[in-house]
């Protein structure tokens, strides 16, 4: 939809809000309806997971690797099968192809290769204690996503129809991949859209291809310890207002690599990015980052703290806003749920007075991990755990959001995978 | 190499710095060391052109498009090889290949697919007026991206072996794409170097890509009526002090592009990047800015200005710091060559003032591009042109920097390519 003209805003990120609102599973318009940021409306085709073309791998070409050895290798091992689906300004959404895994076919002048026009989603597929396969509330990693491929100008869609086209690649898959005898396991699925426009020029790419794998990852949400994180140098910030650390774009984490690199070869395992002169806790590595703390004076409050949505900073993560639900629904007159702007000095002050009770990253990945240790600059935060483990809150919400994953008990947020046998 | 444990210094965009400065060509180092973010030192076989592989295309499959349709389509036309080189962190650089111009092939998990770990560089060959191919400044652009392939986290390289590896491209190429037909034209190098590892963990990438393709670009400095440039709105800026805007990394571009198109659905041609409260000027669309303005007071000195790089935001354009030099050579005694940030309220006072000269954007693709007119917020600045085209400091600048890449002087930033004939 070309902007109105007038004020500055029509160009700014408003500006994703306002293509996001066209889509047609939240504008109720046209079913075939899509936009890019290049070029406005139209009406060819959107994408349509009615449309999937299926073509079956031969299910003995690929074994399905022991648990021990399915993550301990240099290469991603993904499934037999993935989604793949190209757009072009011209034909709009291809149908939708569930084909053999393999690689891709990009010319080397493909935009996504030269200019970051790429982003995703990462969440997972978990095999149930009671057998069923579920996803984690999908539907917030299909609007991100929708959100992500607008802010980096690739072409809209509608994200129930991404949904789908996950569920389909879990349902075939997930009998042989992640089967009954692994319960508490899961997948890890992986939806990206790339620019594959060869032309190199700097625009919104003309054609896209957007796809979906489902492969191994390992538990991160344990490490012996806990995760022990470095603040990020003065010199060096993840993500800054007016920037694009909301959306899941590959722009974000390419540029983190360097300072995480060097942390990791002094012991931590991920930075602690700081905003700004105040040193405003924001992300941790590339989770959300939450801590528990008393506040000060007399009545000590218990809180859970994390930062907020609205400057844009940080993601908008989908186990960041479970905990933040579950917490305020099940902690209620025990702890209060907070999401404010607080900087490092303010955990390093509650540290000191000893009012510092858990820290925990959280995201898809790393689930609920806690944290034992943060370094900034020459002072040490060293947090509390439990018997070398979680702190009881972390644990706590950790085995809700983990119950409901895993299906012990039913939950709207579970959602059943009607699994091919 | 790791980095010494010390002062946060170590963990910063410094470290890009000490890792430049171990590179052999700049350090006298040992000849095969190359190094990568994740994994220190190596002596594992560095980037190497005198191990380059030749294989010849058919040349009569891709034929020379003529001038008129050469830029026309949606898809860059190359010539008929590129180069490719791959790394890995247990193998280091392969031996470098020249090969017919095709597809890349890439796993779904590639590393550069996701997480925007690529980088790139922008020159060109010129077809000179007297017969002669050259290139301008190649040893800039090799240094750039060695500093550009450091930040984002891809291994290190000898830059003057990649330098060689660009001149052996046009000396085979050349004679066929640019010919001596057509003095005075064009062809447009572009080298990258992308993660490609099948890996889905945030990490450096241990396995790499250098490739190089040469193709045909529009001429894009003298758009009819001058460039116009909108300047950015208020809450999207395209870099920040501590992070990556003077790296030639895709994570600069994609993000830029949803503004971008926005300016241009409103007829302009490029987004003049303000930064901060005070609106700095830092860059135009991709290209560095330039403007030439009268100081206040009676003796109203005429200057030179552009943005500094020490707070690093903006690109170190080769084209921009040709023009400081040649600018403060030969237009010494009449014109002050000034770096330093200027706001676009002193460019809008100078422009109400009658001081404001001329405005032009200095890069690669763009050449030396008069600029006519910026928008900010309601207001209109128009630069004056001549006759419809650059002011008179624009228009000579531009014509000593194209007597050096065409031919018309000899100069020691023009390097003669080789040709094979």
């Known amino acids: 939809m070309i902007p109105q003209k007038g004020s500055a805003e029509d160009l700014t990120s408003t500006a994703v809000e306002q293509k996001i609102a066209e889509q047609p599973a939240l504008s109720n318009g046209h079913p075939n309806f899509h936009s890019n940021g290049a070029n406005g409306a139209s009406t060819l085709p959107g994408l349509d997971a009615s449309k999937l073309i299926i073509t079956r791998a031969d299910p003995t070409v690929r074994p399905v690797p022991d648990e021990a050895t399915a993550c301990s290798g240099t290469e991603t091992i993904c499934t037999d099968h993935m989604i793949t689906c190209s757009w072009s ?3 709009g959404w291809s149908a939708p192809e569930l084909k053999p895994y393999g690689p891709l076919t990009l010319m080397p002048t493909a935009s996504v290769l030269h200019y970051a026009t790429e982003c995703f989603e990462g969440l997972k597929a978990y095999r ?4 069923r396969l579920r996803l984690f509330r999908p539907d917030l990693n ?25 569920l389909a690649l879990v349902a075939v898959d997930g009998p042989k991949w992640l089967p009954r005898s692994r319960p508490g396991s899961f997948l890890y699925l992986r939806p990206a859209v790339i620019g ?5 020029g700097v625009q919104a790419p003309k054609e896209a291809l957007l796809f979906v794998t489902a492969s191994f990852m390992a538990r991160l949400d344990a490490p012996s310890g806990g995760m022990r994180l470095h603040t990020n140098p003065d010199d060096m910030i993840r993500a800054w207002v007016g920037g694009f650390g909301y959306a899941k774009v590959g722009a974000n984490y390419g540029p983190s690599l360097l300072a995480t690199n060097a942390a990791r070869e002094r012991g931590f395992g991920q930075i602690l990015w700081l905003y700004g002169p105040e040193g405003y806790c924001t992300e941790a590595g590339a989770s959300n980052f939450f801590v528990v703390w008393r506040t000060k004076g007399p ?3 218990l809180q859970l703290v994390t930062a907020p949505l609205d400057d844009k900073l940080i993601l908008d993560g989908v186990t960041r806003r479970s905990v933040v639900e579950l917490a305020r629904e099940k902690l209620a007159g025990e702890l209060e749920v907070v999401e404010r702007k607080y900087t490092i000095d303010e955990v390093i002050e509650a ?5 510092l009770v858990e820290a925990f990253a959280a995201g898809t990945a790393y689930f609920i991990c806690p944290v034992s240790q943060i370094r900034h600059r020459d002072y040490d935060v060293h947090i509390p755990m439990v018997k070398g483990e979680s702190g009881q809150y972390t644990s706590k919400i950790k085995g809700w959001i ?3 994953m895993y299906g012990n008990v039913q939950h709207p947020w579970g959602v059943v995978v009607d699994e091919q046998q």
Do not use: C, H, V
């Not at 149930?128 to 057998?131: E, L, M, S, T, V």
């Not at 540290?351 to 009012?355: F, I, P």
């Open 142 to 166: 299909a609007k991100r996503m929708l959100m992500s491929t607008l802010r980096i100008s690739l072409p809209g869609f509608d994200p129930a129809e991404l949904e789908k086209l996950i």
């Open 351 to 355: 540290n000191k007075e000893g009012r």
């Open 402 to 404: 983990s119950d409901i």
């Open 299 to 301: 009545e000590g409050r």
């Open 196 to 200: 594959t426009q060869p032309q190199l």
């Open 89 to 91: 300004i011209s034909t």
């Open 128 to 131: 149930g204690y009671d057998g």
